[in-house]
C-alpha cells in the first residue's frame, strides 16, 4: 500500500513537472490533432464519440510529450516539437478550413481536388472563399499559438500543490479511463488509419496521387478497342454540351423564383426541349464525374474507369466525326481526364492553350467561334460534338459579362448576410448567361437535323435553405451539390425523320436517374450498341430500371440526401 502510494506520488509529481514545462505545447499538439475531427463528431450528433476522442488525444499528446522530456538536451526538444507541430499545425489550418465552409474533414475528394485545380482556379478558390479576412484571421491564429507557446500565460497562474496534483490525477483517470474504452467499444473507429488529421492527409494523399499517377499514364492505357454489336446510327449531328457546377435549383426553368433562364423557358413554352426533372450527378467533383460519365464505369463497377470504353472511342468507331470544344484548361497540375478525351476526338479545340501557371480568363461565349469552325468543317456524313463549359464554377462574377448583371443581393430572398446574397445574385447571373449560352448553342444547329443534349458534371450549393456554404465537395454533400438540369432538344427536322425518338424523350423526363449511365443514354438514342451497353440504364429506353438505387458517398440519395436540409 506504501508502495503504491510512493509510485502515486513519484507519478503525479512527474507529470506535474511536465505540465509545468510543457503544458502548451501539449495543449498545441492536443487542439491541432483533436479539434477538428471532434468539431466533425459532435456535428453529427456522435457525442459519446467525441469525449472519448478527445480524452484519447489528450492522453496521445502527452505521452507525445513525456517522451520527448527524455530527451537529454533542450534544443533538442525544441526542434522534435518545432518537427511535429508546425506540418500538423498546417494540416489543422487546412481541415479547419474544409471544417468551416463545408462541415467535411478532408478526405481523396478534396485532395484530389487540390491536385487537378491550375492556378487560375486556386486564385479564384483563394478569393472566393478565403479572401483578405481569411489571411488576416490565420495570421491572427498562427500569431496566437505563436504567443502562447513563447510567453505561456499560465506560468502567472499560481494553484496550491494540491489543487494541481487534483486536476493532474482527473485528467489522468479521465484519459486512461475514456482510451480503454475507445479501443473496447469502438474499436473501429479508434484503429481507423484515417483517425487523426495527419493520417488522413497522408492516406487520402495515397490514393489522390496514385489516381493522379494512373490519369498521366492515360494515353496508353485507356481502352481503345470498341467492338461494336450493331451500328444503325443515322443522326447527322449530336451535341453534347458539358456544364459545370450546375444546380438546377437555381433555374427559373425548374421553377427559381427568379426568371434567370427566358431562352430555356421559352424552348420549353414551344414544346422544343424536353426538361428531366429528377437526375443526379454521381460524383460532385469534375474529374470523378467525367471518368463515370462518358464510360461504362458506373458505381457497380469493379475496374477503375479506364479499362472501359469510352464515348468519345465508341462515336469515333460508329463513323462519327467527334470534337471536343472546350472553355476549360487543357490540363490541370498532372493532366485531367477531359484532356483525354480531347485526346481521343479527331478535332480537340480549346479556347486557350496553356499549362497549370498560366491565366487567361474567359467567358463560355469565347466557344462560339470555335463551334462556328468546327460547324464549318464538319462531316458531310455524321458527327459528335462535346462543348464543355465552365458555367456556373466559382469565382461566379467571372462567368458572365457584365451586361449579364441582372440580379443584385436585392433579389435574393434568402435569411443570410448581404455579402453572401451577392454571392447568390453572382451566381443566378452566370446561370442567365448560361441560359444565353445554351440556347445561342442551339440556335447554331437549328436548321440541321441535330440533337443537343445538355448536361452539367454535378451541382453547387450557394447558401441555400438552411446551409452555410458555397460550392461543391465530395465528402459531406447536399442535394444541391447533386441535383442537375438535364435538357434535350431536337430540331425540326430531326423530330420530323426520328418523332418515335422524340416521343421516347419526352415520355423519360420524369424518370429518376443518376448521369454515371448517360453512356447508354446517348448509344440509345444514337442506335450504336457494344456488348456492354444495357438497356435498363438508358433512360429513353422503354426497359429503362427506375428502381436502381443512387448511391452518392455510399449514401442513398433518395432516402438520405434528397430530404436532407
Not at 486536476?167 to 473501429?188: A, Q
Request: charged share 25%.
Amino acid at each position: 500500500m506504501l508502495l503504491n502510494k510512493g509510485f502515486i506520488g513519484k507519478l503525479t509529481g512527474y507529470l506535474q513537472r511536465i505540465f509545468d514545462e510543457h503544458f502548451m505545447f501539449i495543449m498545441i499538439l492536443f487542439i491541432i490533432n483533436s479539434l477538428t475531427t471532434a468539431w466533425s463528431l459532435f456535428d453529427e450528433d456522435k457525442i459519446d464519440v467525441a469525449i472519448g476522442y478527445i480524452f484519447s488525444v489528450w492522453l496521445g499528446s502527452l505521452i507525445i510529450t513525456c517522451l520527448i522530456d527524455l530527451l537529454p538536451k533542450r534544443f533538442l526538444q525544441k526542434i522534435v516539437k518545432t518537427v511535429l507541430v508546425i506540418p500538423i499545425g498546417l494540416i489543422f489550418i487546412g481541415e479547419f478550413f474544409t471544417m468551416y465552409c463545408y462541415k467535411a474533414l478532408i478526405g481523396t475528394g478534396i485532395i484530389n481536388s487540390a491536385l487537378e485545380t491550375n492556378m487560375r482556379e486556386a486564385t479564384e478558390f483563394f478569393s472566393m472563399y478565403i479572401g483578405f479576412s481569411g489571411v488576416a484571421s490565420v495570421i491572427v491564429l498562427i500569431a496566437l499559438i505563436v504567443g502562447l507557446y513563447k510567453y505561456n500565460p499560465l506560468k502567472k497562474i499560481t494553484l496550491k500543490q494540491k489543487t494541481k496534483s487534483g486536476i493532474v490525477c482527473t485528467l489522468m483517470v479521465l484519459s486512461v479511463f475514456y482510451t480503454i474504452r475507445m479501443f473496447t467499444v469502438y474499436t473501429d473507429f479508434i484503429w481507423d488509419d484515417e483517425v487523426l488529421p495527419v493520417q488522413r492527409v497522408y492516406a487520402s494523399t495515397s490514393v489522390a496521387v496514385r489516381n493522379m499517377q494512373a490519369y498521366r499514364e492515360l494515353s496508353s492505357q485507356v481502352n481503345s478497342k470498341v467492338e461494336l454489336t450493331e451500328n444503325k446510327s443515322e443522326i447527322k449531328n449530336i451535341v453534347f454540351i458539358l456544364g459545370e457546377s450546375t444546380n438546377r435549383n437555381h433555374m427559373h426553368l425548374y421553377g427559381y423564383y427568379l426568371p434567370n433562364t427566358p431562352n430555356l423557358d421559352a424552348l420549353n413554352e414551344k414544346g422544343e426541349i424536353s426538361v428531366f426533372r429528377d437526375v443526379v450527378s454521381p460524383h460532385s467533383t469534375t474529374i470523378a464525374v467525367l471518368s463515370k460519365l462518358f464510360t461504362f464505369c458506373n458505381r457497380e463497377s469493379d475496374q477503375e474507369w479506364y479499362h472501359y470504353n469510352n464515348l468519345i472511342d465508341v462515336m469515333n468507331a460508329a463513323g462519327y466525326k467527334t470534337y471536343w470544344l472546350s472553355n476549360q484548361e487543357t490540363s490541370g497540375v498532372w493532366g485531367n481526364v477531359a484532356q483525354i478525351y480531347a485526346a481521343h476526338s479527331d478535332v480537340s479545340a480549346f479556347t486557350r492553350i496553356r499549362d497549370s501557371r498560366e491565366d487567361y480568363g474567359i467567358v463560355d461565349g469565347e466557344l462560339f467561334p470555335l463551334i462556328d469552325d468546327a460547324i464549318a468543317n464538319r462531316s458531310e456524313d455524321k458527327n459528335f460534338y462535346v462543348v464543355h463549359l465552365m458555367g456556373g464554377h466559382g469565382l461566379y462574377y467571372n462567368r458572365f459579362p457584365y451586361s449579364f448583371s441582372k440580379f443584385s443581393k436585392d433579389d435574393i430572398n434568402l435569411p443570410i448576410t448581404d455579402g453572401k446574397k451577392e454571392i447568390v445574385a453572382q451566381y443566378d447571373n452566370a446561370l442567365y448567361y448560361n441560359d444565353y449560352i445554351v440556347s445561342s448553342i442551339i440556335d447554331k444547329f437549328r436548321d440541321s437535323e441535330t440533337l443537343v443534349i445538355y448536361v452539367p458534371d454535378h451541382g453547387e450549393a450557394v447558401y441555400d435553405e438552411g446551409e452555410d456554404m458555397s460550392g461543391h465537395i465530395e465528402e459531406n454533400p447536399t442535394h444541391h451539390m447533386i441535383e442537375i438540369p438535364v435538357i434535350m432538344w431536337a430540331s425540326e427536322k430531326f423530330r420530323a425523320k426520328y418523332p418515335e425518338k422524340w416521343e421516347q424523350i419526352k415520355k423519360a423526363a420524369d424518370r429518376p436517374y443518376m448521369t454515371d449511365d448517360m453512356i447508354h443514354t446517348v448509344m440509345d438514342l444514337a442506335d450504336i450498341k457494344t456488348a456492354e451497353f444495357d438497356p435498363t440504364r438508358s433512360i429513353v429506353n422503354d426497359k429503362f430500371n427506375a428502381q436502381r438505387p443512387r448511391i452518392f458517398d455510399g449514401m442513398d440519395y433518395d432516402t438520405e440526401i434528397k430530404n436532407k436540409r
